[in-house]
């Protein structure tokens, strides 16, 4: 990007789905980025780019990876519907304690820093689109369900804390359905794209009338660095999704349509995922923030997105040999 000063960033999560993105983006531009996960990449990690495997909870060795770090992308997380599941205990100690150690080590480095959340802090609020100071409303803590959601809040909650008491330069950005390249198959399309290419039928889960916002990678990544980037973000949220609230049944609908696929099943979450599972019916954001304040808008059309994405699995040998996991 022409007349940007180059930056030394931090990116956890960064051998995850959207953290490969960012960090692309990133070095493309001239910054000097170091990933801090506690997985390698998946595939040869992108050149120029240090990687410092270890988790969030050790703190030691996120200070060291983030020592001289002007800005850190917080995304390293517990993600997905089969992981809240199975995981709950991790979910809310790696979302929680992990952010809080990568919050200290940002104020220390006097960096400015941007935290992943997720619409699912809205939980099943029904005043769709929701606004960033839209309320929350959640099911009961019996059900794991809700323990991605709280976690999430809590990171926020820690962020807005630490910028208080210590000065600390933050911005919470909520992402809504992003999808796209790279994406593991536990979610809704890139399960669809990765079944459709390995010759299985697709599955729309209770009719497929739940609808969501998809946003492609790229305009996720685009809001993320204006986050960092813009002054007026400072000690702000934004929604970062797109408005086009599409069903689940259509967007399985065009996958099938751009694959060539013919067979779609549909299936009961309940018998599928357990009465711990529920799921929502909208999910929409209010964009008109990020917006106003980061210029920011998505770009990319579903079907767009979903050429981009399908074009990538093709190929893609080794993404397409992962094994399809779970639902979401
Ligand atoms: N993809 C979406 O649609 C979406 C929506 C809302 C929010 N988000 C948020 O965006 C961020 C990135 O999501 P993603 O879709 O790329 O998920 P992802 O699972 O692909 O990436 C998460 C990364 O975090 C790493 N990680 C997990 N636990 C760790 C630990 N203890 N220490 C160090 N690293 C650890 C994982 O190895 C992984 O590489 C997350 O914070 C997530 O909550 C994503």
Not at 65 to 89: F, I, N, S, T
Not at 206 to 216: E, K, M, S
Not at 271 to 293: C, F, I, M, T
Request: net charge neutral.
């Amino acid at each position: 990007m022409s007349g940007h000063t180059p930056r030394r960033v931090l990116v956890t999560g960064g051998s995850g789905f959207l953290g490969h993105h960012l960090v692309e983006r990133l070095r493309d531009r001239g910054d000097e980025v170091t990933v801090f996960d506690v997985s390698a990449p998946r595939r040869a990690a992108c050149a120029g780019v240090r990687f410092v495997e270890g988790d969030l909870r050790d703190e030691a060795a996120l200070e060291g990876a983030g020592r001289g770090a002007e800005v850190v992308y917080h995304l390293a997380a517990v993600v997905g519907v089969d992981q809240y599941l199975a995981r709950p205990l991790d979910v809310v100690d790696i979302n929680f304690s992990g952010t809080r150690n990568v919050l200290g080590v940002a104020a220390r480095a006097g960096a400015k820093v941007v935290l992943a959340s997720t619409s699912e802090v809205f939980g099943k609020n029904p005043a769709v689109p929701w606004r960033e100071d839209g309320d929350r409303v959640l099911g009961p803590t019996t059900s794991d369900r809700w323990s991605y959601s709280s976690s999430k809040a809590l990171a926020e909650h820690l962020t807005f804390a630490f910028a208080r008491r210590h000065g600390l330069d933050a911005t919470v950005v909520r992402y809504f359905n992003v999808y796209g390249p790279r994406q593991r198959p536990a979610y809704v399309v890139s399960r669809s794209v990765h079944r459709a290419l390995n010759g299985r039928p697709l599955v729309v889960y209770d009719g497929g009338r739940q609808t969501r916002c998809f946003t492609f990678v790229d305009d996720a990544v685009t809001g993320t660095i204006r986050a960092a980037d813009e002054p007026a973000a400072s000690g702000e949220v934004f929604n970062i999704g797109s408005m086009a609230e599409t069903s689940v049944g259509t967007v399985v609908g065009l996958v099938a349509e751009l694959t060539g696929t013919t067979s779609v099943v549909d299936v009961d979450t309940t018998a599928a995922l357990g009465e711990s599972y529920e799921d929502l019916g909208r999910r929409v954001p209010d964009n008109a923030k990020a917006a106003r304040v980061l210029g920011w808008r998505p770009e990319t059309s579903l079907r767009d997105g979903l050429v981009r994405t399908i074009e990538w699995a093709r190929a893609s040998d080794w993404w397409l040999a992962l094994p399809d996991s779970g639902a979401g």
